[in-house]
Every structure is written in C-alpha cells, then in structure tokens.
C-alpha cells in the first residue's frame, strides 16, 4: 500500500490548501489519474496517482491546509491484498457522553469521467456555482474554457412567486467577512516582509513618449500580420534591461543571513499581472537575449496563463528585477513595494496629453510618469536617479535604444 505525501512543488512551499478532490474512498483509479487539486502560495496543481489500485483512505477535507510530508491519501495497487488493522476497542466516556467523530468526506459528487478545464476555470466554476457537467466546452478536445462559462446560460426552476417580508439587522448587511487565505494570504505575507526589511525610497520621473509611439504605431501593422499584440511593454524591458547592465547594483539581491549583496549577471524581468487569484509575477528569462517580437509574444502567453492559472513553477520564480505596468488603468504615480529580495521595482504610469515646455514654448507631448522604489541598504539616491535617466534617455530616443541592443 502506497501513502501518498504531498511533495514540495514549489520553492520554499511549506503548505497547499486543497480546492477540490477528483475521487472518494473505495474508488479504482489509473496510475496518473488526477487525484486532487491543490493550491499553493505559486501555483495551482493536479496531484496524480502513483500506481493503479484502489484509494483506500483521504485523510483531508476539501478546503483543509495540509503542510508537505503529510499523507493525502492511501492507495491499495493492483493485486495487492489490503489487509485492515485490527479494531482498536474504546471505553465509554465515564462522564456517558458520547464524542462525536467526524469522518473524513468528500464534498462535492465524484465522476471519473470529468470534463477537461484548467484549474483556474474550475475555481471560477466554483465561484460561479456552475457544473461543470452541463457545459459544453469549446477548447481543443472539447476543454471548457472561461469563454464557456461566460456564455454559460443556467436553467432557472420555476418557482411561485410569494410575497415574503423579512427584516434583518442593518449590520448584518453591511459586512462581509472573506478569509484571507490561499495566494491572497501568501501575496499578504509578502508584502508585509518586504515593506519591514527593506528600506523603500521611491523616485519618480516623467517620460515623453511621442517618439516611441510614433515607433510603435510604425511597426503595429507589421506585428499584427505575425499575429503579435505589440504594447509598449518590450520597449521598456529592452531600455531597463540595458540600463541595469550599466546599473549593476539594481540587478542585485540581498543575502540577509550572511550580509552579502548578490548581482546578478544575468537579466530575468518579472511582470507583475493582476489575475482572478491575486497579483502573479510571471518571468520573462533572459530578456536581454531576446527581440522586440520575442518579448511581445512571451508577455501576451504569459499573461493569458496567469489569468487561466496555469503558470508553471519555472515560470515564477527567479526573476532578479520587476515591472508593475498599470498605466492601462490610469494613475499618475505609486510607491510599489519591492518585490523581496529583489532590490528595485519600477511601475509604470497612464500615457496622456499634456502642456510641457520646450525651447521656452507651451507645447503638447505625450507623457508617462514612472516609479522606482529601491532598496536604499544597496542603492543611493543619486544611482537611482541616474538609472531612470538613462531608461529615459534610450525611451525618449527609440533609435538609440536600439543601436544599444546586443
């Protein structure tokens, strides 16, 4: 008989929470059958059978945070015979009160031939308290995408129509409680180490963008044909990648148990993507290797997966310095909280019209604020300042960006 532990399957992941059991108690099962769904402070996974047999005991409920090296289950494999403990023989309480045992069940109906979807449209299924069973799924081999569940129709029971008068407690009404668990919890977590060692100083300046989006909007058509979402996003990881190479010290990390500064000679850009789940920080992996066209495509997969949930491990962890683009939804400037134990983060504002002055006349450019917060234990003031000039001096004039490309 195999105990089946829940593995680490993720760097430093001491726990998952468990959405949702594909089995129950007494079920056959195929080796590498899902078994279970379970959700760390990275990613959310399906858990496979190790062997085929038979699921002999769950040992958590749906819902229930189980730490690694604990058993998830036990499974009986084939032609081999199970047999059980012998009964252990309790006394009666003395006080002839009878303790209540609750066993372990799975709560929600198990069928073997569940439907194909991500773990991500699962939770939002979930949420939506739609079954899964009764929609039809568009997606390659007949998968349910997000798209199926928007266009999801329910059936509505008739119901009498009664009048019912009821009056409740205006503070029952006006509150809601939500446990602050699961990736909220981790993302939570995060911030509050991160904002108490590191001592943020936060730098702001402003971009005239004019020259990269006439750039742009020339090179839009093209991108198009090659089915590519060009954004200005590239371009800043092309600028910041260059800069951090001149800039070494803000491509760096600090070692806080043995007090030493880690740079980082290679140039892994983190974009932090606002998700259903919480605030994911896909990698970009050697951003400084790839083109323009090469970085558009990876942002436009990446974020897709982010929203699905269906970024792997690989794919969120050892980012060495990031971005917080949230121009796309407005704001004029930030203090973004460094993304530990990264030493910088830039966030990137809203591109709007504005009155600036140039050779001693009013006139109308396009502009963008941008923030740096930086670790002011590695990095002074005057550095800081000297890296965003040098982003803006490679943005404002596109051309030298890229005869500064490798």
């Known amino acids: 008989m195999i105990e089946f532990k829940l593995p680490d399957i993720g760097e430093g992941m001491h726990e998952g929470e468990i959405l949702q059991w594909f089995i129950q108690e007494g079920e056959l099962v195929k080796q590498d059958q899902p078994i279970l769904e379970i959700q760390t402070d990275k990613v959310n996974a399906e858990l496979t059978a190790p062997a085929t047999g038979k699921i002999i005991k769950l040992f958590f409920n749906e819902g229930e945070v189980v ?50 979807a991500t773990p991500y449209v699962r939770q939002l299924a979930r949420e939506l308290n739609i079954d899964l069973q009764l929609v039809n799924g568009t997606g390659p081999a007949g998968r349910i995408t997000e798209h199926d569940l928007q266009n999801y129709q329910k059936p509505q029971p008739i119901q009498e129509v009664e009048p019912i008068l009821s009056v409740q407690h205006p503070c029952h009404t006006q509150e809601e409680r939500i446990p602050l668990k699961a990736i909220r919890k981790k993302i939570a977590e995060h911030m509050v180490k991160s904002s108490t060692i590191i001592p943020h100083v936060t730098h702001v300046d402003e971009l005239e963008m004019d020259a990269l989006k006439t750039m742009r909007d020339q ?188």
Request: charged residues 20%; negative net charge; hydrophobic residues 40%.
């Open 219 to 406: 090179f839009k058509t093209y991108a198009e044909q090659k089915n590519i979402k060009l954004t200005f996003l590239p371009f800043f990881i092309k600028a910041i990648v260059t800069a951090l190479q001149e800039f070494k010290m803000l491509n760096a990390s600090v070692d806080d148990h043995t007090n030493e500064i880690i740079v980082k000679n290679y140039y892994h850009i983190g974009i932090a993507t606002d998700t259903p789940a919480g605030l994911i920080v896909p990698v970009i992996k050697n951003a400084n290797q790839k083109s323009i066209f090469q970085l558009a495509e990876e942002i436009k997969q990446l974020a897709a997966q982010a929203r699905e949930g269906t970024l792997t491990l690989e794919q969120i962890t050892g980012s060495t310095f990031t971005i917080s683009n949230v121009g796309a939804i407005g704001g004029l400037h930030a203090t973004p909280i460094i993304n530990h134990p990264e030493v910088a983060i830039l966030a990137l504002h809203k591109m709007e019209p504005r009155m600036v002055i140039r050779d001693w006349e009013g006139v109308i450019r396009y502009m963008m604020n941008m923030s740096l917060s930086f670790d002011h234990r590695v990095i002074d003031g005057v550095t800081a300042v000297r890296f965003t000039n040098r982003i803006k001096e490679l943005l404002e004039n596109p051309n030298l960006l890229f005869m500064e490309m490798n």
């Open 67 to 116: 730490e690694v090296g604990n058993t998830l289950f036990q499974i009986l494999e084939e032609n081999e015979t199970f047999i059980p403990a012998p009964p252990i023989v309790v006394e009666p309480p003395s006080n002839n009160e009878e303790k209540e045992m609750k066993p372990i069940t799975n709560t929600q109906e198990v069928t073997i031939n569940r439907p194909l």
